[in-house]
């Protein structure tokens, strides 16, 4: 098993539809990020969960809505997308705050390639 | 507000050579981290090396080391001996460890594409 998996690796969606994208990570970390990465812009923080709850929302619009049932799994459930929604949405685990020693570093999943028509 | 500044959209290197990325980096916080992560074509990011604004020394991790001057808040890249693999988006990032806030927060650069010529 790697690290952090994500599905689907590819997503094409229509503006109406609903879809989830899952992140699954077997690092035994305590936090869960997602990021996106569009075109020509650097890769931007949507969400952290640290222990299971949500502590950071970068004001992302309400049509991605996160869960992260337990500390192994992150969803993110996306509905009625617009096209400038179409990135990379890259997963991420961390134990956090770091171990003593640690660097705490990102360990980050191969991502979800998004398109919305 | 932090921000991570990488100038260099793309750079080439010739196979077995060394190569510099720039990274610059502008807070007004004392305490924070440094980190330069590798992104191939499979979209998977890889991290390369860290370091702390309190680090004494500038990190070394194999092939990767960084030049860190904290005068002038720049945190280069030097990749030696350059290898076809290395090909690949590199991206400079930075997080902050104010109390209470996720270290796992990072602010990242525009990122730099390098490209190995055999």
């Known amino acids: 098993e790697t690290g952090v998996t994500q599905t689907p690796r590819h997503l094409v969606m229509g503006m109406t539809n609903k879809k989830s994208l899952k992140c699954e990570q077997h690092?035994?970390?305590?936090?869960m990020y997602w990021y996106k990465q569009s075109a020509k812009k650097p890769l931007e923080l949507m969400f952290v969960?640290?222990?299971?709850?949500?502590?950071e929302n970068n004001s992302v619009p309400s049509r991605f809505s996160p869960e992260c049932p337990n500390s192994s799994h992150l969803f993110l459930h996306l509905h009625t997308l617009q096209p400038e929604d179409s990135a990379l949405y890259l997963c991420?685990?961390?134990?956090?705050?770091?171990?003593?020693?640690?660097?705490?570093?990102?360990?980050f999943g191969e991502g979800s390639r998004l398109t919305v028509l | 507000a932090q921000k991570i500044t990488q100038t260099q959209p793309g750079m080439f290197v010739q196979e077995k050579e060394a190569v510099t990325l720039d990274c610059t980096y502008d807070?007004?916080?004392?305490?924070?981290?440094l980190f330069w992560y590798k992104q191939p074509s499979s979209g998977e990011m890889i991290f390369l090396i860290y370091?702390?604004?309190?680090?004494?020394q500038n990190a070394t991790e194999g092939r990767y080391s960084l030049n860190f001057q904290k005068a002038r808040k720049s945190a280069n890249l030097v990749i030696s001996a350059s290898q076809l693999g290395d090909s690949a988006m590199y991206f400079c990032?930075?997080?902050?460890?104010?109390?209470?806030?996720?270290?796992?927060?990072?602010?990242f650069g525009q990122g730099t594409i390098l490209t190995v010529h055999p």
């Open positions: 991420a685990s961390s134990q956090d705050p770091p171990l003593a020693g640690v660097t705490g570093e990102l360990f």
């Open positions: 690092l035994g970390h305590n936090a």
């Open positions: 969960y640290s222990l299971e709850e949500r502590v």
């Open positions: 807070t007004s916080d004392q305490s924070y981290g």
């Open positions: 370091q702390g604004s309190y680090d004494e």
């Open positions: 990032a930075m997080t902050l460890f104010a109390g209470g806030t996720s270290y796992g927060k990072l602010t």
